[in-house]
């Protein structure tokens, strides 16, 4: 399938589903991600994407339509086991989906740019209307300033030489992705609307555009002049780890209502670290981490519920970062590409990985407190599911990637 095609499938079928019969809303919400799921597979054999801003045309790489195939099988086990849906979430996830596609599946600065301004712009949208705050209002301001920003490169860049500021170049994009991806010290928008934002509207960050952006961020570098790529990694190692640090710290600090979140912001640091680092291990690692969150998410991001206790448990661990566990193999690789730039760099990588498996084995210990009415049993069945693919993810890590993101991986 043609990328401009999916990306338009993505956004159509989204509006289409969420604007449709009240009646049928839900269960049009329950089978519009996997329509999704079936066509991003259909561009699996896309090919390769030119460099990232190096220009060229549109092109879906294995790994990209991987991840957007996963990404979208996520957002539905988050529709299934929610609470409540009017529907409208579709709205969201097929326009944030569309521009996703684009920012995928280009070597263009500009497109790549507004591609991001067009996702955040959907996502706030739908935010505000929704959880109407601070939070959401941070959120759009911090997230729309991170998009200008790599506009901006887009102007910037043909222009750029060594005399010529690459170091504005490098800022501009560590600007762009810091905030997206909810990266200190850009990060602050992220831990209120983690607390404010309904499951299915804050999934659409956290397992779509989020790990979008950092799976481009890795491209980021190769094509640009030294200082700028110099200037681009070390703020990006630099404020990753620092990000990664802080999550771990404040997910011991934090109640259960929001301790996966600060985890999931550790994680998010830590990939923007190996991005910075510029090793191959940290792209393995980075792919492991957002695998792991995609399949953990659905369930972690739901309150506990009497009946869901046990699969939570299991959950938590796989991500306790204790072996065969699937974020101790991306942590560890993450760390490996730390220590190959410095053994100062992996001692905070080592301290942020430290803290969050305090934080998971602690949870796991005390467990979470259910509230409200018995699971039903098609929520338990598929929490139980995702319990035992996040395992499988732990003991079969480079299968599981090679599979999502294929053998080159």
Known sequence: MNVVWLAAAWAGIGVIAGLGPARLRRPVALIAPLLLVALSLATVQGGARPDELGGGGLALPREAAGFLSASAAALWLCLLLADRLDGRELIGIGTVGGAVVLLLSTGSPLLFGVAAMLAVAAL?????????????????????????ALIAVSLLLPAVSPAGQPGMVGGLLVVGVLALAAVVPLGGWAVGALADVPVPEIATWLVLLAPAVLLSAFAIPGPLPLLARLAFEHTILTCGLISAVWAGVMSLRVGPATRYGRVALADLGLVAAGVGTGEAAAVVGGLLLIL?????????????????????????????????????WGRFLILQACVAVSPGVAAPCLVAGGLVTVTAVLTVAQGEPGEGARAPYHRVLAAWVIAAVALAVGLLPMGAVHLVFGPGA
């Open 124 to 148: 706030s949208l739908r935010w505000i209307s929704v959880a109407p705050g601070r939070a959401s209002l941070a959120g759009a301001r911090v997230a729309g300033t991170g998009a200008a």
């Open 292 to 328: 792991t969150h995609l399949v953990v998410a659905p369930i972690l991001l739901q309150r506990p519920r009497p009946g869901l206790g046990a699969p939570r448990r299991v959950v938590w661990l796989a991500i306790c970062g204790l072996p065969p566990s699937p974020a101790f």
